[in-house]
């Protein structure tokens, strides 16, 4: 299916040391072509210049070389890793070229080195140009990646929800997650493997079949381990952001 979920959700990035030198913020997950594209909107909050490197990765940790598209601020090319600067207030934006045939999917971060404070926050934005139709559009806030146990509420009855989660972490690593009802009796247990700084994408109810025509929650076991998630709620083509939930912090 063209406009499937799976299209979008099937990144790595600078390894979790790097998180406790210098701020990272985390985009969990980029889709390019196959009628996506994606925007990553960056501010400096602060009073002083940032200056950023942005490195993109694919599902497998590799180096992944992205279509950018031609703007105000950036130069069309493809680029696997990017440094620029961006000035007190200044509003940055860069956006994938999305005219590939097929789907690409990653994920990447963006470091402030030499910096002892994060100055820049973003939002990142993923567009399906839906032909004869409307485009529709959903938001998620770049922020730091989730360390330790964290949470997704999920709704399969007359919708279907995505989850992507990238591995933080520079060796493979194995989640639990506890499925839930919406009454909070636990129904299954679900294992997965992620390679080093790897990420993995998927319609719930294609993977997990106890999530199938139900609404409840998934709490993922992450042992201290860092990573970077979230999920979408679609309705046909149409789709809304769901923020993984951080436990215990």
Known sequence: MRYALLTLFCAPFFSATAQSVDPVIVIPHIADGG????????????????????????????????????????????YAFLAFDIGPGQTVTMVTAGTASDTSTGWAVAAQPNSPVSLVAGTTIFTQHVPNGQDQEASIPMADAITGDFALIFDNTAYSTGIAIGNRESVSVTLTAHIRDRLGKEIDTQLFSLPPNGHVAFALPSVWNSTAGIAGSIVFSAAGLTFGSFGLRFNGNAFTTILSVPLGQ
């Open 35 to 78: 009628f996506w594209k994606t925007t990553f909107k960056f501010v400096n909050l602060g009073t002083q210049k940032a200056h950023m490197q942005m490195q993109f990765l694919g599902n497998s940790g590799e180096t992944w070389s992205v279509p950018i598209a031609a703007s105000a601020d950036f130069a069309a090319g493809n």
